[in-house]
């Protein structure tokens, strides 16, 4: 089974997929399959137009391959290939850094297949939930010490929660997912030491917000307490810590996207960045838990 991440600049943010046996086939199958937008044509290795680049994400030795005359040409014609990445996949089994989606066949492994997307077609944002609304009408950043302090709160908070949700994960046996929310909550440390650096000294206390400002009282990547119930299963836990994730981007995306101020928007966009990150790596568990749940119901 494979973990297949495609990355474009097309793309909202990264997505991550779960090619199970029976499903697997070429790169572009998979992608058409979860309409992951890879530009393509010809669909037989002539045209070349569905190039990506694959970088191997398991620490095994990558399987074998055989390149197909058809897509070394086509390679050879882009300039994404050299007569030494040819040798070494037809001697060593070693795959070359570019392929043609339509060639690549998905084996094993996890990947993350990076492509330039459809120059002609406008990129699309993220489709924002009623949660991003609520943050932009109400909750006016003023300036970048102001968007910081936001950062801090949110940041602040999140980390505590993982730290929470790890410790009742444990409790409960749960090593596996218990170390994965330490993990988000070392992320979370990360961006507020982060976000105090930005802040180049500056005591920020005074535009903290309050849990009130906030919907429901509580900053956006606090998840639901559930998912630090003992009892909880492990997959209903990853979705209650991806749905406070995807919150989290959400509130820096919506500042990102409305706020008036040029500074502003660069932090935001780079807090969105981040917490991307964040969701791809728990939709690749949570895509994952949902095909062993299958598995042991058969």
């Given amino acids: 089974m494979a973990n297949i991440t495609f990355s474009s600049p097309s793309l909202s943010r990264d997505v991550t997929v779960y090619a199970v046996a029976g499903d697997r086939g070429t790169i572009l199958a998979v992608a058409k399959a979860n309409k992951i937008p890879i530009p393509f044509d010809c669909q037989d290795g002539e045209c070349g137009s569905c190039l990506v680049e694959v970088e191997i994400l398991s620490e095994k030795r990558p399987y074998g391959i055989a390149l197909t005359e058809k897509e070394k040409e086509a390679l050879r014609q882009l300039g994404k290939i050299t007569r030494e990445e040819v040798a070494n996949a037809e001697v060593n089994d070693m795959p070359p850094r570019y392929r043609l989606a339509c060639q690549c066949f998905v084996r094993n492994e996890d990947i993350l297949v990076k492509f330039a997307g459809d120059e002609t077609i406008p990129a699309q944002p993220p489709h924002l939930s009623t949660a991003a609304k609520i943050y932009t009408g109400g909750m006016e950043i003023s300036s970048a010490d102001h968007f910081l302090a936001h950062a801090i709160k949110v940041e602040e908070d999140a980390a505590t929660h993982f730290d929470g949700l790890a410790a009742s994960m444990e409790l409960c046996g749960n090593a596996e ?24 000294g500056k005591d920020l206390t005074a535009q903290i917000p309050p849990d009130y400002v906030w919907p429901e009282h509580a900053t956006p ?10 009892d909880v299963s492990r997959l209903d836990a990853l979705r209650a810590a991806l749905s406070g994730e995807k919150r989290g981007y959400e509130f820096y995306y919506a500042v990102s996207g409305t706020s008036k101020i040029p500074e502003v928007v660069a932090l935001a966009k780079e807090f969105v960045k981040e917490e991307a990150e964040h969701v791809k790596i728990l939709e690749a568990w949570i895509a994952r838990e949902e095909w062993l749940a299958t598995k042991h119901a058969v």
Avoid: C, P
């Fill in 177 to 200: 997912v218990g170390k994965l929310f330490r993990q988000l909550a070392g992320y979370s440390r990360l961006h507020l030491k982060q976000a105090k650096e930005r802040a180049k």
């Fill in 221 to 230: 990547e606090r998840t639901s307490l559930l998912a630090g119930d003992a």
